[in-house]
């Protein structure tokens, strides 16, 4: 009989204070009887819509809804998550909602240019909205500028709420007719933390539409909003009041921080009518950006502005800011910019109006941006990105810690593999779908996949392992021996599997520099000292047949920039031959 597995976790919850206005105060005291939502097809998701827009989950902070299957909603009309206006202000979502890695495709959020805030979610509020992907478009269908609301592809509105590790593939398309609001992947957003969320839906906006604000994350954040770890991949070609690549505009202490764009930057209109940067449209006084990049092109054939010697270029363009602004309050400080750089381009500086190179930002060529140099240069500043060759600098991935837990509790000689490689018990694992393979003594080997998410349901997987009676009869079994490797050493990591075996059989040994190392040397010795033949089976791995005794495993790594002792190369027998 084969083993079982489980999955388990305790859950989260969350209360903060807030400063919009639904339609009543929301209460932090938990109900008795804590809403809990499961969603497995597109009907359970409308129904949880229409409740949200009535206001059932409004100020319910323990309610938690898991979205647990992949739905298409092409076809459907859809009415947002919350945002309903009332007689004393609009509902709003208040719980968590794991979206666990599912996709919501088909969404058409062009039915809703009548409701203020629309989007997947129409109005958050002391909510989390977690590992969530939507794909869908918004195309415009009123010319007469009804819409002056807060249109996000996750949310239109956001207050004292998280939105992390989020994906919209939602393009959004004016067609040329006049619109006015907040857009964005969240439309505006108040005391709201906005995490690992990327943007691959294109930004198409090419009539005057008064008073906008257009980001590729958020159109505008205010209260101390945090938008970090983001990415904007798509292009976008913008004629807005207030545009940029990350946001349409920043104020009330707001801050960016480790975000980048790379699509192209099609600006259009004149100076005297919008602002627009390849990071934020408008910055406030009292805000900051950080750590961040635009390295996208930065197309101004349609930019209808005459360069003159008297004034700035553009008045209103820049690389990371097109126009700095005056917040109300007077004591705050002007913008700060530390390790920001741009899109090296004719006439253009970090900020409109701007002259000469501004503290904390710097121009490179695109081409630049993709190099290791580069890398270093933003990580060594303060950076936190992966290094990938041929890309610029990557968003470092999200990862959570999972725990194992093997029944029954008596079990020996426990070994978790996870993606084919021994773990540690608990081990940090990346968001996303994983293998694993369970082995004890006396026990079926015992494997499955799991999907990690912030959802803690799955940070725990409890496996229950069959046990084999071993024989009782006298000299039948046969004796294990140690195999001793030096796990994490300097520079890099090598892990072997099993830890015990017994003679003849085959151990594999797993070898991991860390980044811009590579192996030197990999000696497998027994207990006497003598020198056992390795097989490379590739890709960091070696297999080697088990002697009657114990086996010590040792290893050096060289920096791959340095010329190796001789020639990377691990032991081998003299009489050992390849073809």
Known sequence: EQGTQE???????????????????????????????????????????????????????DAVVSLDADLDLTGKTWVPIAGKLTENGFSCFSGTFYGNNHVISGLDLSYNQQQQYTGFFGALWNAKVYDLTVKGSFEATESDG???????????FADSSVISNCVSEVSFNNNGKILAGMIGMVGNVYNTLVEYCENKGEFTFTNDMGSSYIGGIVGYADDHSEIKYCANTAPMTLLATNSGAIAGSITGQSKIDNCYATGKLTVLGTASQNNVS?????????????????????????????????????????????QIGKSSDTELAEPQFANDYYTETENVFACGRDTEARAGVSAKPAADMKTKKFYDEITEKGGNYRYEEGSTPLLPKLTHKVSFVITPENMTDIVVTVDGQEAANPIALENGKHTFTVTAKNCDPFSGEFTVSANPETHTQTVAMTYRQPSSSSGSSKPSYSVT????????????????????????????PDDGYQLDKLTVADAKGNTISVTDKGNGKYTFTMPASKVTITSTFVKIAEQPTEKTFVDVAKSDWFA
């Open 7 to 61: 999955t388990q976790g305790e859950q989260e919850t969350q209360g903060s204070e807030s400063n919009a206005e639904p339609t009543e105060e929301p209460t932090e005291e938990p109900s008795e009887e804590p809403i809990r939502t499961s969603i497995t097809k597109v009907e359970d998701l409308m129904k949880f819509a229409e409740e949200a827009q009535n206001g059932i989950y409004e100020g319910k902070t």
């Open 146 to 156: 009804s819409f002056r609301g807060s249109l996000g592809s996750i949310a239109g």
């Open 278 to 322: 390849g990071m934020v449209g408008t910055i406030y006084t009292g805000t900051t950006i950080s750590n961040s990049y635009f390295a996208g092109e930065f197309d101004l054939s349609k930019y209808g502005v005459q360069l003159t010697s008297e004034k700035p270029a553009y008045m209103r363009l820049g690389g990371i800011a097109g």
């Open 485 to 512: 490797a030096p796990g994490t050493t300097e520079n890099g990591s090598v892990t072997v599997s099993p830890k015990n075996a017994t003679k003849g059989s085959t151990v594999t040994v797993t070898v991991k």
